[in-house]
């Protein structure tokens, strides 16, 4: 856990935090921050938190994509490092990312933490993104990723579970 993650707990930087502290923490600080979501994200079994995404920020969906639900949505670096904090993802975590995209949730997780993951899609083609991203950071032996749709995802051996989604 970062110092500036004990320091919003209140803890001395040796002292032992939960991930229930944490969370309650850290939604406090992000509570401002949240009053402008439009987009929800879901770490499920730690924390639910609601995190801005500028509109700008929001690209159409690839035009070669299947029939969506949602449309793909980058999730910002700070937001998916907030998300990764927040859950206190580590070695041990099984981590579940659903509507992964591009695969970068699950990734960073993997190259930060060294996170196994899981990050499910229903677009082949960001399926064969995530892929390729995960060789380039380095960490495609930590993490997998599937074409497959969310709904039908068994969700058992997660210890942490993430979505960024339009609402």
């Known amino acids: 856990m970062t110092e500036v993650a004990k320091r919003q707990c209140g803890a001395a930087s040796s002292g032992p935090v939960t991930r229930a502290a944490f969370a309650s923490a850290a ?4 509570a401002a921050f ?10 499920a079994l730690t924390a639910l938190i609601a995190l ?3 509109a700008a920020a929001a690209p159409a969906p690839p035009p070669t994509a299947p029939d969506l639900d949602v449309p793909f949505v980058v999730s910002p670096p700070a937001v998916t490092r907030a998300m990764l904090e927040i859950a206190l993802v580590g070695p041990t975590d099984r981590l579940i990312d659903l509507g992964s995209g591009d695969g970068r949730i699950v990734i960073t997780a993997a190259r930060l933490y060294r996170t196994r993951g899981l990050g ?11 892929r390729e991203n995960a060789k380039k950071a380095g960490v495609a032996k930590l993490v997998q990723f599937r074409v497959q749709d969310l709904f039908k995802t068994d969700l058992g051996r997660a210890s942490v579970i993430t979505m960024y989604l339009l609402p």
């Open 27 to 30: 939604l406090a600080a992000l």
């Open 34 to 43: 949240a009053a402008q979501a439009t987009f929800v994200a879901l770490t």
């Open 52 to 54: 801005p995404v500028p």
């Open 120 to 130: 499910v899609e229903i677009d082949p083609a960001l399926v064969a993104k995530s």
